[in-house]
């Protein structure tokens, strides 16, 4: 099983360029979301969607924008990359609204030069 | 505003001495807990959860946390530390059914051999 797939794992980008984050789950679970990773802040919510073609503001949304076109892909957008979003970010999925726990993707670090 | 407090930043134990992890939150409610492990450049691991019922509970890798609701905590222990247990651990509130998770800021556990 290959569970939650985050691509590309490494990315280096420049000031104001724009890239897309994929995560991609294989477990048909319904809710997925975007977590950004900072040396001792823990993991931040960015977006997160409750099915597809749904998507919702998290603790830490500006400068990022998400969509959910398929079940089982949700994709993470940054328009114009800042410094400010070096960081790793996390994709989680889980079955549904029930308390089961969050499964994790490896991550990706982006670096924002 | 509801938090997840881990006060150590890190914590050091020889190998075969018991471990404690503390956490506690400030979650208005009944929260579901959990506790997640992360492994150098991997994404994070459930170790065990809390949902209702003994306030010990069992999970992965021996690991047991202690739930106690008068002083809100939610504490990871485990009897015998192992050097392979060294990592960074999240303790991670839900809310209610159906909500993200709210994380603490991390604890690294270093296990000296």
């Known amino acids: 099983n290959a569970g939650v797939t985050q691509t590309p794992k490494f990315r280096v980008l420049k000031t104001g360029q724009s890239m897309t984050l994929l995560c991609a789950q294989d477990?048909?679970?319904?809710?997925m979301y975007w977590y950004r990773q900072d040396p001792g802040m823990g993991l931040r919510l960015i977006h997160y969607s409750v099915g597809e073609g749904t998507t919702a503001k998290g603790e830490v949304p500006d400068g990022y924008n998400v969509s959910r076109l398929k079940k089982q892909n949700f994709l993470l957008g940054l328009e114009s990359a800042a410094p400010s979003q070096t960081s790793v970010y996390f994709c989680?999925?889980?079955?549904?609204?029930?308390?089961?726990?969050?499964?994790f993707g490896d991550g990706t670090r982006l670096s924002i030069l | 505003a509801q938090s997840v407090a881990q006060p150590e930043d890190q914590v050091n134990v020889a190998e075969g001495n018991p471990l404690t992890v503390k956490c506690t939150y400030s979650?208005?409610?009944?929260?579901?807990l959990f506790w997640y492990v992360q492994y150098p450049n991997r994404g994070l691991q459930f170790l065990l959860k809390y949902i209702t019922g003994d306030n010990l509970v069992k999970g992965s890798y021996g690991f047991e946390a202690e739930f106690n609701k008068s002083q809100t905590s939610f504490h990871l222990k485990k009897p015998s530390a192992l050097v392979s247990d060294s990592a960074l651990y999240f303790c991670a509130v839900m809310r209610q059914a159906g909500t993200a998770l709210i994380f603490g800021k991390g604890t690294t556990l270093s296990v000296s051999s």
């Open positions: 989680a999925s889980r079955k549904d609204s029930s308390n089961q726990p969050q499964h």
């Open positions: 979650v208005s409610g009944n929260p579901y």
């Open positions: 477990m048909n679970h319904e809710y």
